[in-house]
């Protein structure tokens, strides 16, 4: 197996339609996005049903966009990746199950990789030098952790959301600020213009020595917040509103990332997610990394979010260093780390 491979990736976790052919762990030869986002904006997040039947569409036409902006012939290709989980069980499928009849054409050997590890992943891609361990912090729709990565599959979790997702609550307190989904981006945006100091929001930072999280009572106060002001007639400076939550989310991510930094004397910390596109957390971090001479890495915005390129570079690592799956591999929905 040459560090050369070719793998042909799949990714059909959440709302993302993804195909990518990449070429070792680290060079993207194509990365094909179909986005269902549009589709779900009118009902202010993701409808499972929805999303598998969109997959079910897209997938085969996004394939062939991705071979052919790749340049590469099926014969070419040396491995196939896809994601397992975690993410909605019928969209998954459909990524396994096209996964799976690529593989038994091409009879090449099929690897299933993990979501979050593939956004771990996602910084080998943009940053060609960066190797383990540091400490990464993975933020998105349905994820918040902070995990020590000791090797390209080595990991451990030190610390993981109690309830919602960083994503999540961004999401939802977007949708009750009459923002469109993904509240991300939206809240991202309009912050800009706010004055984080003009509604200031509690940080939930939790037990001093632990490093998990928790955003729910974050978003519930925003969510009150918001309901009280209407109630009494009076207007909510959205901007305002979206700025202090975004500062509050920030503030605790970035606490305790450098919190994990300090107790496993991680030099590097690497940011993953949808969420590791947001500007003020890029700020932020890059702040309290440089005051303590920690080398910061993150993605490029569109190598965040979902794309299959970082399941074809999961695939790559997993696949040289714990060899092939086979064709019984299953979806994983509620699938963990390590
Ligand atoms: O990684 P991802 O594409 O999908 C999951 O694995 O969940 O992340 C999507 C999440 C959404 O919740 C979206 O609102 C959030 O990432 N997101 C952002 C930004 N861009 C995307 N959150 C804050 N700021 C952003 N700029
Ligand atoms: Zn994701």
Request: with cysteine; proline share 4%.
């Amino acid at each position: 197996m040459g560090k050369d491979i070719i793998t042909l990736a799949f990714e059909t976790s959440c709302d993302e339609t993804s195909v990518a052919v990449m070429k070792g762990g680290r060079d993207v030869l194509s990365n094909i996005i179909s986005s269902q986002v549009q589709v779900h904006q009118v009902f202010g997040g993701v409808v499972p049903e929805i999303a598998s039947r969109h997959h079910l569409e897209q997938i085969n036409s996004v394939a062939g966009e991705a071979l052919a902006a790749a340049g590469v012939r099926l014969g070419q290709i040396g491995l196939i990746g896809v994601t397992q989980g975690p993410g909605l069980v019928g969209a998954l499928l459909i990524g396994l199950a096209t996964a799976k009849a690529f593989a038994f054409a091409l009879g090449v050997p099929i690897v299933g990789v993990n979501h979050i590890h593939a956004h771990i992943c996602a910084n080998y891609i943009e940053h060609k030098g960066l190797e383990p361990p540091f400490i990464a912090l993975t933020v998105s729709g349905g994820h918040t952790n902070l995990i020590r990565v000791r090797g390209y599959n080595d990991y451990e979790v030190l610390g993981a959301t109690r309830d919602d997702a960083a994503g999540e609550a961004f999401d939802k307190v977007a949708r009750v600020l009459g923002l469109e989904y993904p509240g991300g981006p939206a809240i991202d945006r309009v912050a800009e213009a706010g004055d984080p100091h003009a509604v200031s929001f509690k940080r939930p930072l939790l037990e001093k020595d632990s490093l998990d999280f928790s955003f729910s009572g974050l978003k519930t106060a925003v969510l009150n917040y918001v309901n009280t002001e209407r109630q009494a007639g009076r207007t909510v400076n959205v901007p305002d509103v979206a700025a202090g939550f975004r500062q509050s989310v920030v503030d605790v991510l970035t606490a305790k990332t450098m919190q994990a930094a300090d107790a496993h004397g991680g030099a590097t910390v690497v940011m993953a997610g949808g969420v590791a596109a947001n500007r003020l957390l890029r700020k932020s971090l890059g702040e309290a990394c440089a005051k303590r001479g920690i080398a910061l890495y993150y993605p490029q915005p569109l190598l965040c979010t979902d794309n299959a390129a970082m399941a074809g570079a999961a695939a790559y690592y997993r696949y040289t260093e714990k060899g092939e799956d086979g064709l019984g591999l299953d979806a994983c929905p509620n699938m963990q780390m390590g």
